[in-house]
Each structure stands twice: as C-alpha cells, then as structure tokens.
C-alpha cells in the first residue's frame, strides 16, 4: 500500500507564496502520477497540478504560470511551489498517488490554504 503525508499549508496574504509537501511510502514502485487536487468550499475538487514518472507535467489553466509541481525522487516526495496566490486559491490540497493504469492508489489527508485579501 501507499501512504502520503501532506504538509505546508496555511494562511498566506494575496501575492504571497507557499510551499506544498507530499511525502510517499510503502509501494512507490506502484506510483506513476503523483498530483494535486483542491477543493473549495462548496465545489467539486479539481485537479490543480500532476507529474509522471517521466516527468512529464501538466497543470490547471488557472495555475499556469503561478504553481510549479516537481518531485525529489531520493525522498519520495512531491511539491507544489504556489507563487503569486490569489484569494480564489483559497482551498483544502489534497496529493493523490495513481498508478500506470490510472487507479488512484491513496488521497493525503488534505491541507488547507487560505489566501486572504
């Protein structure tokens, strides 16, 4: 199994940064994407950032420019680089682990960002 630990989320002034950390264990070898989703109050999650094993990434339209995902192969880790945050940021991340065939394998628990005016 895969086990994800968050961290890095917390109230941030509108043009600020943040720091998003997802830590992996148990099967890495079974991970293939690691990404970002978030989830505000009252909307469906969305998908804000992913990276492949190949390095490959994509991003939401939204965050182009603005969030950088990249990963530290030698800590399993994953981050999100937020730069020049927005009040509409404002949401509960959550790092999701898939496999090659796309089953999501584990949710982190969620951590919260607030971007204030």
């Known amino acids: 199994q895969v086990q994800l630990v968050e961290s890095g989320g917390g109230l941030v002034q509108a043009g600020g940064s943040l720091r998003l950390s997802c830590a992996a264990s148990?099967?890495?070898?079974?991970?293939?994407?690691m990404a970002w989703y978030r989830q505000a109050t009252g909307k469906q999650r969305e998908l804000v950032a992913l990276i492949i094993n190949s390095g490959s990434t994509n991003y939401a339209d939204s965050v182009k420019g603005r969030f950088t995902i990249s990963r530290d192969n030698a800590k399993n880790t994953v981050y999100l680089q937020m730069n020049s945050l927005k009040p509409e940021d404002t949401a509960v991340y959550y790092c999701n682990a898939r496999s090659a065939g796309g089953l999501t394998l584990r949710w982190g628990q969620g951590t919260q960002v607030t971007v204030s005016s």
């Open positions: 148990g099967s890495i070898s079974s991970i293939n994407v």
